[in-house]
């Protein structure tokens, strides 16, 4: 009776098992083309000079331009199932000649991207809204296309392994990122420019694997109280 106790019990574990295996098959199959990329963002160094900086948002009409995304505590997240990139966290008013003053509070989203792979994209969409505040006076940031047809021209956002405006220093696939934000004035060209660097968690999936043998263990659990409570019943 003992014996066939035990070999029933090992049964019933080893169909769990089967059972919670498919499961983790599933997951891993869901979750190797989804994720959530967050990015550290830098202000965009300029490439005339070392050193120097080009901006990490300028606003022309307004006659603003914003730096140090490394001074605060900005950052992009990017979600590829959904198409949705945010941008949040805060950068200083430049002042000029080297002078700062307020540290405004930056938020932007922007729906339905173009995924490109590996955390990087493309926005064609023209859904990308957003403000910079300082508490007292606030600008709207809406979506501006860069002229012409794509693949260079209708852009409104990019997130690239493109280190072109970058001087030697920095690697070639350094991750650059640039917007165009809205603007009355057709010569203007308001925008976004910064470097990206892997952050809050890195640019890579929530660890599946990990996840999966806790659902496959539990599972396995499961199974063998099942069967201990239909043999005292």
């Not at 949705?84 to 008013?93: S, Y």
């Not at 792979?117 to 809204?129: A, K, M, Q, Y």
């Not at 043998?213 to 599972?219: A, D, I």
């Amino acid at each position: 009776l003992i014996s066939e106790t035990i070999g029933g019990n090992i049964k019933v574990f080893f169909k769990t098992v089967k059972l919670a295996a498919a499961m983790v098959v599933g997951l891993g199959t869901m979750g190797a083309s989804a994720a959530t990329f967050t990015y550290d963002l830098f202000d965009h160094p300029g490439a005339s000079k070392a050193g120097t900086y080009d901006y990490g948002l300028r606003l022309d009409e307004q006659g603003k331009r914003f730096f140090s995304f490394n001074a605060g505590s900005a950052t992009l997240t990017y979600d590829d199932v959904l198409g949705k990139v945010r941008i949040a966290g805060t950068m200083v008013e430049s002042l000029g000649n080297g002078m700062f003053g307020a540290v405004w509070n930056v938020k932007y989203t922007i729906n339905n991207v173009t995924d490109l792979g590996n955390g990087l994209f493309e926005d064609f969409s023209g859904t990308g809204v957003g403000t910079i505040s300082d508490g007292v006076t606030s600008f709207a940031l809406g979506a501006q296309a860069l002229g012409g047809v794509p693949p260079n021209g209708g852009q409104y956002f990019q997130l690239l392994a493109d280190a072109d405006r970058l001087d030697d220093s920095f690697p070639d696939n350094t991750i650059v990122g640039r917007g165009w934000v809205n603007s009355q004035d057709p010569n203007c060209c308001n925008d976004f420019l910064f470097i990206a660097e892997e952050g809050g968690g890195g640019r890579g999936v929530v660890p599946l694997p990990a996840a999966a043998w806790m659902l496959l263990s539990g599972v396995a659990g499961l199974g063998v109280v099942a069967r201990r409570r239909r043999q005292k019943s």
